[in-house]
């Protein structure tokens, strides 16, 4: 008999991603190694707004996986404005931590993540203002248990 024992805890939400390019690492096991880390991107979010979705999707073609992750980045800056510019053409693979813990890689080499952003300032000065951002694709496979690759 096999068994899903109830967890000791379990802590929603995720407490950080990076964006990485998506041919400027390697994976052995749950070993994560880079090529470089020049352009990886630890992007900031704030607390309770990133989450992370993976709907497997049954298609004539087989079983694939619509991964998508969004986060809010408070403020409209130039420096966030320079990052989204670089970071939305690009393709990414994105590494995560969450609520207890665990990190997660999001996308392959061959099924990359697309960034996508939408800038909102809002209508009042209590309204939240910054960037709704996205990084989504399909893939053929779940989001991969590694280890801290930092």
């Not at 997660?104 to 939408?118: C, D, I, Q, W």
Request: proline share 5%; with cysteine; glycine share 8%.
């Amino acid at each position: 008999m096999k068994t899903i024992n109830k967890p000791e805890n379990n802590m929603g939400g995720l407490i950080k991603i990076w964006a990485i390019p998506y041919n400027t690492f390697s994976i052995s096991g749950k070993t994560v190694t880079f090529s470089s880390t020049e352009n990886i991107y630890q992007i900031y979010c704030s607390p309770e707004s990133m989450d992370f979705n993976e709907p497997l999707q049954r298609e004539v073609s087989g079983i694939h996986y619509n991964t998508v992750i969004n986060g809010f980045t408070p403020k409209d800056s130039e420096e966030l404005q320079v990052a989204i510019e670089y970071l939305e053409p690009r393709k990414w693979v994105v590494i995560y931590i969450d609520g207890n813990g665990s990190y997660k890689l999001a996308g392959t080499v061959t099924e990359p993540l697309r960034l996508t952003s939408n800038l909102n300032s809002g209508k009042n000065t209590s309204d939240r203002a910054g960037c709704e951002i996205t990084f989504a694709g399909t893939t053929l496979a779940r989001a991969k248990f590694i280890d801290n690759p930092f």
